[in-house]
């Protein structure tokens, strides 16, 4: 099903969607070298309860997981990628941290994620995380009423491609609203001028990601986190936007 929202719920979600974008500056801000993927997931899961908020990953038990997540936050580092699950894990100088995280508030989801570098960066990772930032701005450009999925895909890809990296098409971007995950799809690479038509009140989670020389993923033993085949450093951007009458949205900027 492809939701759109009314006026009075894309109101809703610029709330849900600031509250996603403060958390995550604010834990972007907390993370140094040694803190624990726990504590990160601990301070995720205060902040939730602290706006009146749910998490969208606590029972989240889609067909490719293990069981209900668990955990209010996914904490992928290095060569992690996507669905990266807390676990006792104090981070060092130099690790690639991606935080994604989606909450419902009044009924309404937002869904988000960014990647940095704790401590002392890498020149290659930066480079990652650049790509994915680009790609996303790209999309978002792209996106407006009257523009088709394939669009945004197009654009997404164009950038990643160009930029050097394998794009992955097992996942990618989403609808979102009253659920998480919702129809339509959106590939992180496609052609232009195919699919759905964007609609005033529809929301997307937009998500760039990549693998630095792969397109190939694994799964952990934890049944969750998902990894480069070869073992290779990982980047994701995400944010969710609202299409309007003038074009897009970016709903998930903090306060």
């Known amino acids: 099903m492809i939701e759109i929202l ?6 809703k979600a610029r709330a849900t969607g600031a509250l996603v974008g403060t958390i995550l500056q604010t834990l972007r801000e907390r993370t140094r070298v040694g803190t624990n993927l726990l504590e990160i997931d601990r301070w995720a899961k205060q902040m939730i309860e602290d706006a009146g908020a749910d998490s969208c990953y606590v029972d989240y038990a889609p067909s490719f997981g293990r069981g209900p997540f668990g955990h209010h936050i996914c904490t992928a580092v ?8 807390p676990h006792d894990r104090a981070l060092a100088d130099g690790d690639l941290l991606t935080l994604d995280l989606a909450v419902s508030l009044d009924g309404i989801a937002a869904d988000a994620a960014v990647s940095f570098v704790v401590g002392t960066p890498r020149a290659e990772d930066l480079a990652l995380i650049d790509a994915t930032e680009r790609a996303l701005a790209a999309g978002i450009a792209a996106a407006g009423p009257g523009a088709r999925i394939g669009d945004l895909s197009h654009a997404i890809g164009t950038v990643l491609e160009e930029a050097g990296y394998p794009v992955n ?3 990618g971007g989403h609808g979102i609203g009253s659920t998480m995950h919702q129809d339509p799809h959106v590939s992180n690479t496609g052609r232009a001028g195919r699919g759905y038509t964007l609609r005033p009140g529809l929301l997307l989670a937009l998500e760039p990601w990549v693998m630095a020389d792969t397109d190939v993923l694994v799964t952990d033993a934890d049944g969750w986190t998902l990894r480069s085949a070869t073992g290779a450093r990982t980047a994701h951007t995400e944010h969710t936007i609202a299409i309007t009458e003038d074009g897009a949205e970016v709903l998930t900027l903090p306060r």
């Open 6 to 11: 009314t006026p009075a719920e894309v109101d």
């Open 169 to 171: 098409v097992e996942f």
């Open 78 to 85: 290095n060569d992690a990628v996507l669905h990266g699950l």
